[in-house]
């Protein structure tokens, strides 16, 4: 039990993708533990914006690290997803080779692929990869097939995640920006910029591009996290260009490459760019990036067309060297560090939770099982995801199911009362939670309709009212 | 499930969809509209400006105005207007069409009808759609959403304002944000010319000493949380002059650059779109490739005024209610857009029919022009254009004396610009 309201036994800073991964792990346990996010809401650092890939378990070699979780991770979502009703889809991944050399490259993925034990991994021939992709242009030479790679809405993930921890008794505590620590006897002291001072027996650094500031505050290892930005296009869901299954390149030496991925809600995502940035909020996009996606992509699918785009945005990898940097803090007490959790740490996570609790129960945390942990998420119905008479039946029961908000995607009043009744009080965090104002017309009908709902339904007033918390207000002043 | 039964379902209770029923009932045809928004009029009821109606009422109406004079025609007809109401599914089976519809208040409806006219209008292009780099704080709003809050809702969005594309909505609110107390900056156009009207560029910018940057491309919107500003770079001879790129500081910036028509339900029914407008292909009754489905308004293609909207929309309603009356066109003539011509709706007509109206946009901006407009390459009219520009709208009437000589067993009607 609580000793008092701000004591606990393990405090996470960063609620991304690791460290809901971690809190939702340790949930399951007699434990009082902190999610710590300095954002306005869960998901808004790296894990909203990737390329949302559930990884074949192929692109890297067994002995780091990050490919053991990679294979371990990929083959965890399937119950999470029972468990907790996000957007996953096992879609299946090709790599597309365009000349004789890289069906070279294609035999060392599929040979790595093998030792890495992933499932149903096959070699294509042109024939084949053009049957399983007939969307791919015609100098595709041939190719590889992981039948167990996926799709995943990652911030949904997150969302989920984070909802069934604090279900399950841990505390989410969201503009926790953390500032300083000390540690007395057995216990850190953990400092917010606001003043908020919490206090817990083990910090997890899963602070994602800032793990490396968060270290130093803790005065743990000295190590520099580099943002590696990626820029990505959204195309509608109405594209003919929508392939299959996922659609890699072969890879470079950098990255991944950049993929048509149809993603898990219907659109279809292409990118991403691999460029260092020295800022690490810097994610705007650029004209010469983009471009590149665009002739990247129809190198693979020639049928994409510009008037496809309904958006583009970028996200930030947090790169630490060849792989990720997870282990006790080897210079300070009660710290574990989750560092440099870049591409595959989506499809990781899952293991990285898993992993964690392990060290953390080798250094000492005492883990003993709740009677009652329950790690089922109650399912919110989608508008778009019903028939006539199921939608009828819904309507029946409640009204606002019938009041259609966002025309593009399909999402009901009562879906955005239930995001803003979960804690998305912003228009980036209902949107994330419901999908409305990403589809086509991204926003420009759904808006004031949002914004409306959001003051009804919260008290704010119009000016308290942001995109993504800070100063990003959306309205200035009343006419 | 409840199930509802009209000869005609209009899908959209804008100036179009509201024309084209009363058209229909005026007939004696029984007719339902089904608008998703709580009230009729469509985009009208955000446009509180004035300058609607001086064809059809010929007098000089705000959106509002204009919209009213149809709702209360409306009102007085047994037309059912379902509003506040959304189409989910749109299914042909053979002769019918089969809406599932869904309220708040009623929930799923299942409508049946043996016509059905699309009259959903536009949506406005966005930052994506043209692809303008940058980050993404928040203060981009499209003019049309930024013309709700003002209008409708009665809040500001921004102080200094850009507005990026100089479409009629993004001239408007150039003036209304500057009535309000706002600085407009800038506009800031691709082309070489504006997209808006005319009477707009004197009435909302000159009027206001707005600068108009014509061949200016935006290179970036900048800001973290909120818009602190644009960098906008000159065209020069079609080439970008990285150079001369420069920024102007804001915290809102207003995207006027051109509207869709709404065509996903259509896509979905099977109706076959035209790459050029985003509209369907019609025949010279306005009905689309799906037998019984008919198109109108800004759904069809993209007007400059209601007033051409409604006048569309009146014989679209005509057409519809002569087909269900079994009335077939005579002989069709294929429509090409030939030399300099953007597009020409329909895309055929009736060589056996009197006043086949035809609508189109130029690619060019050009003075003492002339509309040519050959049948089987033999020039059966020639019209002398002042000025056109592809912002104005040219239309085009054309019957027997043009279309009768026919020979061949497709002909081709092709209007050209030169």
Redesign the interface.
């Known amino acids: 039990m609580k000793s008092s309201s701000d004591s606990f036994d393990v405090a996470i800073i960063g609620a991304g993708v690791s460290g809901a991964n971690i809190a939702r792990k340790l949930s399951a346990y007699e434990l009082d533990v902190a999610l710590l996010e300095k954002e306005v809401d869960v998901a808004f650092g790296t894990s909203k914006a990737n390329s949302g890939i559930v990884h074949g378990g192929f692109h890297h070699n067994r002995k780091h690290l990050m490919a053991r979780l990679e294979i371990q991770g990929n083959l965890m979502f399937d119950r999470l997803k029972a468990e907790l009703d996000f957007p996953f889809e096992r879609c299946g991944i090709v790599v597309a080779a365009l000349h004789e050399d890289e069906m070279r490259a294609i035999e060392q993925l599929y040979m790595q692929g093998v030792d890495n034990g992933v499932i149903g991994i096959e070699m294509c021939s042109r024939e084949r990869i053009l049957e399983l992709e007939p969307k791919l242009g015609p100098d595709t030479m041939g190719g590889l097939y992981a039948p167990g790679g996926g799709i995943v809405e990652p911030y949904r993930f997150v969302f989920s995640l984070v909802e069934n921890a604090v279900k399950n008794g841990v505390s989410l505590m969201t503009k926790f920006c953390v500032e300083s620590a000390f540690r007395e006897g057995e216990v850190w002291t953990v400092r917010s910029a606001d003043g908020r001072t919490i206090r817990a027996r083990w910090v997890v650094n899963a602070a994602g591009l800032f793990a490396d500031d968060v270290s130093k505050v803790f005065g743990a290892e000295d190590f520099e996290i580099k943002a590696r930005k990626g820029e990505y ?2 195309l509608d869901r ?1 594209t003919k260009a929508k392939p299959n299954r996922v659609v890699f390149p072969v890879p470079t030496s950098v990255s991944k490459g950049m993929l048509i991925i149809p993603t898990a809600e219907g659109t279809v995502l292409i990118g991403p760019t691999a460029t260092g940035v020295i800022d690490k ?7 010469l990036e ?1 471009d590149t996606i665009l002739k990247s992509a129809r190198t693979m699918i020639p049928s994409i067309l ?2 496809d ?5 970028a996200g930030l990898r947090p790169v630490l060297g060849e792989d990720f940097y997870i282990d006790t803090s080897k210079k300070v007490a009660g710290f574990v560090q989750v560092a440099g959790i870049q591409s595959p740490g989506l499809t990781a996570s899952p293991a990285i939770g898993e992993y964690v609790k392990e060290i953390l129960k080798k250094d000492g945390l005492r883990l003993v099982e709740k009677a009652d942990w329950d790690p089922f998420d109650h399912k919110v119905p989608r ?1 778009k995801d019903l028939s ?2 199921e ?2 039946e819904l ?2 029961k409640e ?6 908000v966002c ?2 995607e ?1 999402v009901s ?1 009562a879906e955005i009362v239930e995001a803003i009744k979960r804690g998305h009080d912003t ?1 980036d965090g209902i949107k994330y939670f419901t999908r409305a104002q990403m589809g ?6 759904c ?2 309709k949002i ?2 709902i959001l003051m009804r339904e919260t008290g704010m007033s ?1 000016d308290e009212i ?3 918390g ?10 | ?1 409840k199930e509802l039964k009209f000869d005609a379902v209009v899908l959209g209770g804008g100036a179009a969809g509201m024309a084209a029923a009363l058209e229909l009932v005026s007939r004696g045809r029984s007719c339902a509209i089904i608008e ?1 928004e709580e009230q009729l009029g469509g985009i009208l009821v955000q446009c509180i400006h004035n300058g609607f109606g001086l064809i059809e009422f010929n007098e000089e109406l705000s959106g509002p105005e204009f919209a009213e004079r149809f709702e209360e025609k409306v009102a007085k007809t047994g037309i059912v207007a379902l509003c ?1 109401t ?1 189409v ?2 749109m299914e042909v089976e053979g002769e019918e069409k089969v809406l ?1 519809c ?7 409806e ?1 409508i049946r009808s043996k016509v059905v006219v699309l009259a959903m209008g536009c ?2 292009r ?4 043209i ?1 303008i ?6 203060g981009v ?2 003019a ?2 930024a013309q ?3 209008n ?8 200094d304002i850009v507005i990026i594309g100089s479409g009629d909505i993004g001239l408007i609110m150039a003036r209304r944000m500057s009535w ?1 107390g706002c600085k407009v900056h800038a506009v800031v156009e691709i082309l070489p010319y504006p997209s808006g009207l005319t009477r707009n560029i004197v009435q909302c910018l000159h009027d206001f000493d707005i600068p108009l940057y014509l061949s200016h491309l935006t ?2 919107i ?1 800001g ?3 818009v602190e500003g644009v960098e906008i770079t000159p065209i020069e001879n079609g080439a970008l002059m990285s150079e001369k790129s420069f920024k102007i500081p804001c ?2 910036v207003l995207l006027s650059v051109g509207l869709v028509p709404e065509n ?1 339900l259509s ?1 979905k029914a099977g109706v076959e779109i035209n790459s050029m407008t985003n509209g369907p292909w019609v025949d010279s009754t306005l009905m689309t490739n799906v037998p019984g489905v008919f198109a109108c308004g800004n759904v069809l293609h993209v007007h400059d005024l209601v007033d051409y909207v409604v006048e569309e929309a009146r014989r679209a309603g005509a057409f519809a209610a002569e087909w269900l009356g079994g009335k077939k066109p005579g002989k069709e003539l294929r429509v090409k857009a030939g030399s300099n011509v953007r597009y020409v709706a329909p895309s055929k007509v009736d060589a056996t029919r009197e006043g086949n109206k035809l609508y189109l946009r130029t690619l060019v901006v050009k003075n003492e022009a002339i509309l040519e407009v050959k049948l089987d390459n033999r020039v059966v009219r020639t019209i002398k254009k002042g000025h056109v520009q592809p912002s104005e709208m040219i239309m085009l009437s054309l019957g027997k004396a043009e279309l009768e000589a026919v020979a061949g067993p497709d002909p081709v009607l092709e209007i050209s610009i030169h």
């Open positions: 296009y959204l109405l909020e810097d994610v705007a996009t650029t004209r983009l510009e008037t785009v309904i958006t583009s945005f508008v006539p008479f939608l009828d309507v029946k009204p606002s199911y019938g009041e259609i025309r593009c399909r009043e228009l086509r017309c991204q926003g420009g009908f808006t004031y914004l409306k119009y942001t995109k993504r800070g100063t990003s207000a959306i309205l200035r002043s009343e006419l | 499930m998703r506040s959304t989910v599914e599932y869904v309220s708040s208040a009623r929930g799923v299942r949506r406005e966005n930052r994506g759609n692809r780099p940058g980050s993404r704080p928040s709003y499209t049309g959403l709700r809050l003002v409708i809702e009665g809040y500001v969005p921004g102080k309000i290179t970036d900048y973290r949380d909120r915290d809102t996903e896509k």
